[in-house]
């Protein structure tokens, strides 16, 4: 009798499971997209989810080569630089948004208005503060046609800068300088309804449910619609790099951008493992205005106290690069730019420089916290580096977890106690994406480290006409971070580790140093698994 | 006509409810504004931002931000400000998910989280009832032994071990159901049961125990000596009795599906409102977990004034006040 | 008159896990057509088990055994086996001493009148409910329409007996066996259930059977009187005869300690020095002997046979009025 009971119970639960879902079908790339983005507004996109999505849903005057990452016509079906590089002319192709409408100059321009201006309150307002008369508009100090910004036909926009940008084409593929349709400010749900949005990129928004997916649909309107052979693009969401990879594992998903460190021995020597150089570093900050760390030796001496191969080798083993200096070495694969390295692990010269900053031996040393975000693969790189300071510089020091926004607040306010993890992924492929933030008056700041010195390097750098000199200058300033001053420590390069469904995706899917897959070029297998 | 007549001339019944009804209304209104306040003075307590990340904003942007959002306001005259908008029906805007409201976001989880939350409730009751009466009337026997076994797994096994073990088995190997989502009505098979399965165990033993307890009664013995079959004496004199522990527990189980669900809903990759409790808490959104706390209070609310109703209309003796 | 409930060498024990324990032991009753007879014994002396055992209402770890225990020629023990029903409430009807309690609070008191007479007379809803106002007429409630609609919480404790007690009349059964009907009761309700009862009985011809520690109530109404003690019937005579010349010591014993019926609630039994025996513990010898200002050494050796003689039997080895 209850054995019956029980079988039925199986039955009901065989029964419920024959009415699945459908799969999906050839056409269709799925991929986890990691975070929930905050919005797909371009002008507020800032994480690198938003970022994947904004590449197929809008297109600027130029896109990223999947290979490389570097800028390539897009809207722009020319770029010509005049006046030394103060100006650049761009000639538009004739390109339509999704629903029919020309995309014009003055699309561009208005769209960069809107990013500039104050109540837009957009987060990377700052890539276009190169831009002539940009940043006084955005402080009030200048009125809007102030901005070296015209549109003197409906193909044709002219950008003027007070000294040359070197990075400006790059950044014209980056989310604040995409175009946004006019009618976006004024239509309800625009980002939300894929009734309402209308883009000019390879894919349109055709479903939006937060914290599960975003659907795109291929854009029959898009300039370079032959060539894009995806037809539709499920983009998860989760938080949760575990649940991504179970889906992958699963069939759900085609592409994972990220999995759990400590699964990086098991997708070892697997075809589906992609790993390349990522614009992207791991460090430490030191708190300097707090004992020991406001003395540069005691910080110097932690920078030679830590053994990085051994970390890169021992817990992170996918092949990433210890980091002496702040900017990846892979920087140099895709600029002129040549990365400055700090001092090597040498803990012999470490307790020399411990002793002349008066800790003779660590004695005389108050007990140091190291602060990090609630993290497993934080916690294990924090922990061998408090192993070895206490090993190297006889340090004692108290690892201290807490939940990201109450870290992110420790380190706004220069509330922690000494040590605190960080790291920052490049905006752009140019050095100024990382060095800059650690100006004076940068939010990303974070030491307390405040270098007159340094501030006016980058600055010189901004205004600098000739690339090369502008490249000398940035590597002048590396150098007093991780050669003399240390307000940070950099500890590895990280790598793009992603998992990738091979018999799915056949084509077209690179790596690259900034770790963007422009899903326009990526090819599917014809008939899916 | 005078009101007070018409409540004379009503039936005592039909005064019992409407005094019931006004007392549940106004006792609703006074929890939920403890409720919101409680939850709004904790939640800015807590430190960190709604607009940190690991990327800051320049400071001039953050200003601007923490204006439009009257961050920057004493807390008082924020508290005041959200109450002002709820009571027009405006729940703000979700900091973490900027494309859109409280409201929007909430319409779009709620169906999901109603529908596992109702399914894992009518499994609990649909079967733990049905089992609990089952094995009160056949003690010691076959369905008893079965019952005892799935109370203590259910109570013992918590729905974050329940539910990845579904997944491993119904999923992984038998291939039976997807890993996760909620796309075909077979999606709701997992999670419901993840979730249900605790208040089941709870609904089957307390259906028990008041069967058992019941059965004992002096009621019970008069009813068999009356000559009346079995199934009369066990549905109809029994049962009322029985389950009014278990109508009890309605109300509390309706608050721990409603928490189980920011488990579950992150296990089966959900996107309900439970996941909107989680991510905005940590995200410091504090509109969205406003707003869901509210709502999650008003419908226990809601929920338990239900269980009182039929309480009272179960059991006559309540009803004379 | 003949007999219309005859218990003949009845055994009940309870299993209670390896042991068991003997709560009735070898007891012979007859109950008379048309009379009343009351069943007279402290608490634990086995009276309720007896004719719970008559009806099938002995919980499962119960074992009866009897030499025969016939309802007007049927085998009950072979009947309650096959259809209890037949029998409950149908031909035997029941009411305990608690109405508050025997009554469904759940239940409205129309549809726990009605549903009897559904259950056994195999009648319409409307005709159910006729029968449920007649029944409680006949028990004399007081506006019986107004009664069917309400809850029991609603009515008095008296009024919550008659009920019960229409509700086990309400099929006609031939025997009503009333266990302790009144011990909830306050005296002057007391009188007039036993009123009730005794009118019943005249008017339908009921027979009655009486379960009570009361001996004073019993008197009031009784035909006849069985004594138990401790599972055994130690004496069994018409009421005249028990009251004015009882023959075993605890019959006397029990009379010495009556209350006036009207006047202060009865006291306890207990006015008996000593404790009734715990049935698991009487193995040999009279029961009573513990307790008895009669008792011999003999007395807790031998259990004494039933001797009966001039319509009445006892079971002493020194019997009232038989000293030497």
Same mark, same amino acid.
């Given at each position: 009798?209850?054995?019956?009971?029980?079988?039925?119970?199986?039955?009901?639960?065989?029964?419920?499971?024959?009415?699945?879902?459908?799969?999906?079908?050839?056409?269709?790339?799925?991929?986890?997209? =990691?975070?929930?983005?905050?919005?797909?507004?371009?002008?507020?996109?800032?994480?690198?989810?938003?970022?994947?999505?904004?590449?197929?849903?809008?297109?600027?005057?130029?896109?990223?080569?999947?290979?490389?990452?570097?800028?390539?016509?897009?809207?722009?079906?020319?770029?010509?630089?005049?006046?030394?590089?103060?100006?650049?002319?761009?000639?538009?192709?004739?390109?339509?948004?999704?629903?029919?409408?020309?995309?014009?100059?003055?699309?561009?321009?208005?769209? /960069?208005?809107?990013?500039?201006?104050?109540?837009?309150?957009?987060?990377?307002?700052?890539?276009?503060?190169?831009?002539?008369?940009?940043?006084?508009?955005?402080?009030?100090?200048?009125?809007?046609?102030?901005?070296?910004?015209?549109?003197?036909?409906?193909?044709?926009?002219?950008?003027?800068?007070?000294?040359?940008?070197?990075?400006?084409?790059?950044?014209?593929?980056?989310?604040?300088?995409?175009?946004?349709?006019?009618?976006?400010?004024?239509?309800?749900?625009?980002?939300?309804?894929?009734?309402?949005?209308?883009?000019?990129?390879?894919?349109?928004?055709?479903?939006?449910?937060?914290?599960?997916?975003?659907?795109?649909?291929?854009?029959?309107?898009?300039?370079?619609?032959?060539?894009?052979?995806?037809?539709?693009?499920?983009?998860?969401?989760?938080?949760?790099?575990?649940?991504?990879?179970?889906?992958?594992?699963?069939?759900?998903?085609?592409?994972?951008?990220?999995?759990?460190?400590?699964?990086?021995?098991? /997708?070892?020597?697997?075809?589906?493992?992609?790993?390349?150089?990522?614009?992207?570093?791991?460090?430490?900050?030191?708190?300097?205005?707090?004992?020991?760390?406001?003395?540069?030796?005691?910080?110097?001496?932690?920078?030679?106290?830590?053994?990085?191969?051994?970390?890169?080798?021992?817990?992170?083993?996918?092949?990433?690069?210890?980091?002496?200096?702040?900017?990846?070495?892979?920087?140099?694969?895709?600029?002129?730019?040549?990365?400055?390295?700090?001092?090597?692990?040498?803990?012999?010269?470490?307790?020399?420089?411990?002793?002349?900053?008066?800790?003779?031996?660590?004695?005389?040393?108050?007990?140091?916290?190291?602060?990090?975000?609630?993290?497993?693969?934080?916690?294990?790189?924090?922990?061998?580096?408090?192993?070895?300071?206490?090993?190297?510089?006889?340090?004692?020091?108290?690892?201290?977890?807490?939940?990201?926004?109450?870290?992110?607040?420790?380190?706004?306010?220069?509330?922690?106690?000494?040590?605190?993890?960080?790291?920052?992924?490049?905006?752009?492929?140019?050095?100024?994406?990382?060095?800059?933030?650690?100006?004076?008056?940068?939010?990303?700041?974070?030491? @307390?480290?405040?270098?007159?010195?340094?501030?006016?390097?980058?600055?010189?750098?901004?205004?600098?006409?000739?690339?090369?000199?502008?490249?000398?200058?940035?590597?002048?300033?590396?150098?007093?971070?991780?050669?003399?001053?240390?307000?940070?420590?950099?500890?590895?390069?990280?790598?793009?580790?992603?998992?990738?469904?091979?018999?799915?995706?056949?084509?077209?899917?690179?790596?690259?140093?900034?770790?963007?897959?422009?899903?326009?070029?990526?090819?599917?297998?014809?008939?899916?698994? | =006509?005078?009101?007070?007549?018409?409540?004379?001339? =009503?039936?005592?019944?039909?005064?019992?409810?409407?005094?019931?009804?006004?007392?549940?209304?106004?006792?609703?209104?006074?929890?939920?504004?403890?409720?919101?306040?409680?939850?709004?003075?904790?939640?800015?307590?807590?430190?960190?931002?709604?607009?940190?990340?690991?990327?800051?904003?320049?400071?001039?942007?953050?200003?601007?931000?923490?204006?439009?959002?009257?961050?920057?306001?004493?807390?008082?005259?924020?508290?005041?400000?959200?109450?002002?908008?709820?009571?027009?029906?405006?729940?703000?805007?979700?900091?973490?998910?900027?494309?859109?409201?409280?409201?929007?976001?909430?319409?779009?989880?709620?169906?999901?989280?109603?529908?596992?939350?109702?399914?894992?409730?009518?499994?609990?009751?649909?079967?733990?009832?049905?089992?609990?009466?089952?094995?009160?009337?056949?003690?010691?026997?076959?369905?008893?032994?079965?019952?005892?076994?799935?109370?203590?797994?259910?109570?013992?096994?918590?729905?974050?071990?329940?539910?990845?073990?579904?997944?491993?088995?119904?999923?992984?190997?038998?291939? /039976?159901?997807?890993?996760?989502?909620?796309?075909?009505?077979?999606?709701?098979?997992?999670?419901?049961?993840?979730?249900?399965?605790?208040?089941?165990?709870?609904?089957?033993?307390?259906?028990?125990?008041?069967?058992?307890?019941?059965? *004992?009664?002096?009621?019970?013995?008069?009813?068999?000596?009356?000559?009346?079959?079995?199934?009369?004496?066990?549905?109809?004199?029994?049962?009322?009795?029985?389950?009014?522990?278990?109508?009890?527990?309605?109300?509390?189980?309706?608050?721990?599906?409603?928490?189980?669900?920011?488990?579950?809903? *992150?296990?089966?990759?959900?996107?309900?409102?439970?996941?909107?409790?989680?991510?905005?808490?940590?995200?410091?959104?504090?509109?969205?977990?406003?707003?869901?706390?509210?709502?999650?209070?008003?419908?226990?609310?809601?929920?338990?004034?239900?269980?009182?109703?039929?309480?009272?209309?179960?059991?006559?003796?309540?009803?004379?006040? | 008159?003949?007999?219309?409930?005859?218990?003949?060498?009845?055994?009940?024990?309870? %299993?209670?896990?390896?042991?068991?324990?003997?709560?009735?032991?070898?007891?012979?009753?007859?109950?008379?057509?048309?009379?009343?007879?009351?069943?007279?014994?402290?608490?634990?002396?086995?009276?309720?088990?007896?004719?719970?055992?008559?009806?099938?209402?002995?919980?499962?770890?119960?074992?009866?055994?009897?030499?025969?225990?016939?309802?007007?020629?049927?085998?009950?023990?072979?009947?309650?086996?096959?259809?209890?029903?037949?029998?409950? @409430?149908?031909?035997?009807?029941?009411?305990?001493?608690?109405?508050?309690?025997?009554?469904?609070?759940?239940?409205?008191?129309?549809?726990?009148?009605?549903?009897?007479?559904? %259950?056994?007379?195999?009648?319409?809803?409307?005709?159910?409910?006729?029968?449920?106002?007649?029944?409680?007429?006949?028990?004399?409630?007081?506006?019986?329409?107004?009664?069917?609609?309400?809850?029991?919480?609603?009515?008095?404790?008296?009024?919550?007996?008659?009920?019960?007690?229409?509700?086990?009349?309400?099929?006609?059964?031939?025997?009503?066996?009333?266990?302790?009907?009144?011990?909830?009761?306050?005296?002057?309700?007391?009188?007039?259930?036993?009123?009730?009862?005794?009118?019943?009985?005249?008017?339908?011809?009921?027979?009655?059977?009486?379960?009570?520690?009361?001996?004073?109530?019993?008197?009031?109404?009784?035909?006849?009187?069985?004594?138990?003690?401790?599972?055994?019937?130690?004496?069994?005579?018409?009421?005249?005869?028990?009251?004015?010349?009882?023959?075993?010591?605890?019959?006397?014993?029990?009379?010495?300690?009556?209350?006036?019926?009207?006047?202060?609630?009865?006291?306890?039994?207990?006015?008996?020095? @000593?404790?009734?025996?715990?049935?698991?513990?009487?193995?040999?010898?009279?029961?009573?002997?513990?307790?008895?200002?009669?008792?011999?050494?003999?007395?807790?050796?031998?259990?004494?046979?039933?001797?009966?003689?001039?319509?009445?039997?006892?079971?002493?080895?020194?019997?009232?009025?038989?000293?030497?």
């Amino acid at each position: 009798m209850a054995a019956v009971r029980f079988l039925c119970i199986l039955l009901a639960f065989a029964a419920a499971a024959a009415c699945r879902r459908a799969p999906d079908a050839a056409s269709t790339l799925r991929f986890h997209n =990691m975070s929930e983005p905050r919005t797909l507004d371009p002008a507020g996109a800032i994480s690198v989810a938003e970022k994947n999505l904004l590449l197929a849903l809008c297109e600027g005057l130029t896109s990223l080569d999947p290979r490389t990452a570097r800028p390539v016509p897009a809207v722009a079906s020319r770029y010509t630089a005049l006046d030394g590089g103060r100006t650049l002319q761009f000639d538009l192709r004739e390109c339509r948004w999704s629903n029919g409408d020309p995309v014009t100059a003055s699309n561009f321009r208005d769209s /960069w208005l809107r990013v500039l201006e104050p109540a837009t309150a957009s987060p990377l307002v700052n890539l276009l503060f190169s831009i002539r008369g940009a940043r006084a508009f955005h402080e009030g100090r200048a009125p809007r046609d102030q901005v070296g910004i015209a549109a003197p036909d409906t193909r044709t926009l002219i950008v003027r800068f007070d000294h040359p940008d070197p990075r400006f084409l790059q950044l014209c593929a980056s989310s604040p300088l995409v175009p946004v349709h006019p009618r976006a400010a004024a239509t309800a749900g625009f980002y939300t309804r894929a009734e309402a949005f209308i883009g000019n990129g390879p894919f349109v928004l055709a479903e939006r449910t937060p914290n599960l997916r975003i659907v795109m649909i291929k854009n029959r309107s898009y300039w370079d619609a032959s060539n894009v052979t995806i037809e539709k693009i499920v983009a998860w969401s989760t938080d949760s790099k575990q649940a991504a990879v179970d889906a992958f594992r699963g069939g759900q998903s085609d592409w994972v951008d990220d999995f759990p460190a400590g699964q990086a021995s098991s /997708w070892l020597g697997s075809a589906e493992l992609s790993t390349s150089p990522y614009l992207a570093t791991f460090f430490v900050r030191f708190n300097t205005h707090k004992k020991p760390f406001d003395d540069r030796r005691v910080r110097e001496a932690v920078h030679r106290a830590i053994d990085r191969a051994a970390i890169c080798r021992g817990i992170l083993k996918l092949g990433q690069r210890p980091a002496t200096g702040f900017v990846p070495a892979c920087m140099e694969t895709v600029s002129d730019y040549h990365c400055i390295s700090g001092p090597d692990f040498d803990p012999v010269r470490a307790r020399e420089l411990l002793a002349e900053a008066g800790y003779p031996d660590g004695s005389g040393l108050p007990p140091v916290e190291f602060q990090y975000d609630t993290n497993e693969d934080y916690k294990k790189i924090c922990e061998a580096i408090q192993a070895m300071l206490r090993e190297n510089l006889n340090m004692r020091i108290y690892l201290i977890n807490k939940e990201k926004k109450v870290h992110l607040d420790d380190e706004e306010n220069l509330r922690y106690g000494g040590l605190s993890r960080g790291s920052w992924i490049a905006d752009y492929m140019d050095p100024m994406t990382f060095l800059e933030i650690l100006a004076g008056d940068s939010p990303d700041n974070r030491t @307390g480290f405040q270098c007159k010195e340094y501030d006016e390097l980058l600055e010189r750098a901004r205004a600098e006409g000739d690339p090369k000199a502008r490249l000398e200058t940035l590597q002048k300033a590396e150098e007093i971070l991780v050669r003399r001053e240390f307000p940070i420590t950099p500890i590895y390069e990280y790598v793009k580790q992603t998992l990738v469904d091979r018999k799915r995706i056949v084509g077209g899917f690179y790596e690259n140093p900034l770790g963007v897959h422009p899903m326009k070029w990526i090819r599917l297998a014809s008939s899916g698994k | =006509m005078d009101p007070a007549r018409i409540i004379g001339k =009503m039936t005592p019944a039909a005064r019992f409810w409407i005094r019931f009804a006004a007392r549940r209304a106004a006792r609703a209104l006074i929890v939920i504004f403890i409720v919101a306040a409680a939850s709004f003075f904790l939640l800015r307590a807590a430190p960190g931002g709604p607009f940190s990340g690991d990327r800051a904003l320049p400071p001039s942007i953050l200003r601007i931000v923490e204006e439009r959002y009257r961050l920057n306001d004493p807390i008082y005259l924020q508290f005041f400000h959200y109450l002002q908008n709820l009571l027009r029906g405006d729940l703000g805007p979700s900091f973490r998910n900027a494309d859109f409201t409280v409201q929007d976001l909430i319409a779009i989880g709620l169906p999901k989280t109603a529908a596992i939350g109702a399914c894992a409730l009518l499994f609990a009751i649909g079967i733990g009832l049905p089992l609990g009466v089952a094995a009160a009337a056949r003690r010691s026997g076959a369905i008893d032994r079965i019952a005892g076994g799935i109370a203590v797994a259910g109570l013992a096994v918590p729905n974050f071990v329940l539910g990845p073990f579904l997944v491993m088995f119904f999923s992984l190997i038998l291939h /039976w159901f997807e890993p996760g989502g909620l796309e075909a009505p077979a999606d709701l098979v997992l999670p419901a049961v993840a979730l249900g399965m605790g208040p089941l165990a709870v609904i089957l033993r307390l259906a028990r125990a008041g069967m058992l307890d019941v059965l *004992s009664l002096d009621y019970i013995q008069f009813a068999r000596a009356k000559g009346l079959r079995e199934r009369t004496i066990l549905f109809r004199h029994a049962l009322p009795g029985a389950i009014s522990p278990v109508l009890t527990y309605l109300g509390p189980a309706c608050a721990a599906i409603l928490a189980g669900s920011l488990v579950v809903e *992150s296990i089966f990759s959900i996107p309900g409102i439970g996941g909107y409790v989680v991510r905005g808490a940590a995200n410091r959104d504090y509109p969205l977990v406003m707003g869901v706390v509210l709502l999650g209070t008003a419908f226990l609310v809601i929920m338990n004034t239900i269980v009182d109703a039929l309480y009272a209309a179960i059991d006559p003796r309540i009803r004379r006040s | 008159m003949s007999a219309i409930l005859t218990i003949e060498h009845l055994n009940i024990e309870y %299993e209670t896990g390896a042991s068991s324990v003997k709560v009735v032991r070898d007891v012979s009753l007859q109950i008379e057509e048309g009379s009343i007879t009351g069943v007279v014994g402290e608490s634990g002396s086995g009276k309720s088990s007896l004719f719970r055992a008559a009806i099938g209402l002995l919980p499962p770890s119960a074992r009866v055994e009897a030499k025969q225990l016939q309802f007007n020629g049927v085998d009950l023990i072979q009947q309650l086996r096959r259809n209890p029903r037949a029998i409950r @409430g149908r031909r035997i009807g029941m009411v305990f001493q608690d109405a508050t309690a025997s009554l469904n609070p759940y239940l409205r008191i129309g549809t726990q009148l009605a549903e009897s007479a559904a %259950e056994h007379l195999n009648i319409s809803k409307t005709a159910a409910r006729e029968r449920a106002l007649d029944a409680l007429a006949e028990v004399a409630v007081p506006d019986p329409p107004g009664v069917l609609r309400r809850f029991p919480h609603e009515l008095s404790g008296g009024q919550r007996q008659r009920v019960a007690i229409a509700i086990a009349l309400i099929a006609n059964p031939e025997l009503l066996v009333a266990d302790e009907p009144t011990t909830a009761l306050d005296p002057i309700l007391q009188l007039q259930i036993i009123q009730l009862l005794k009118s019943l009985r005249a008017r339908r011809g009921l027979s009655i059977v009486l379960i009570s520690h009361d001996l004073g109530l019993v008197a009031a109404c009784a035909d006849r009187v069985a004594v138990l003690y401790a599972g055994r019937v130690v004496e069994e005579a018409d009421a005249r005869a028990i009251f004015t010349n009882p023959r075993h010591p605890y019959t006397r014993a029990l009379l010495t300690s009556i209350a006036p019926l009207r006047g202060e609630r009865p006291r306890r039994l207990c006015a008996i020095d @000593g404790h009734p025996p715990s049935p698991a513990s009487v193995d040999a010898g009279c029961a009573f002997a513990p307790r008895c200002s009669n008792a011999t050494d003999e007395c807790s050796l031998q259990i004494p046979v039933v001797e009966s003689s001039g319509g009445r039997r006892h079971a002493c080895l020194h019997p009232i009025g038989d000293r030497p």
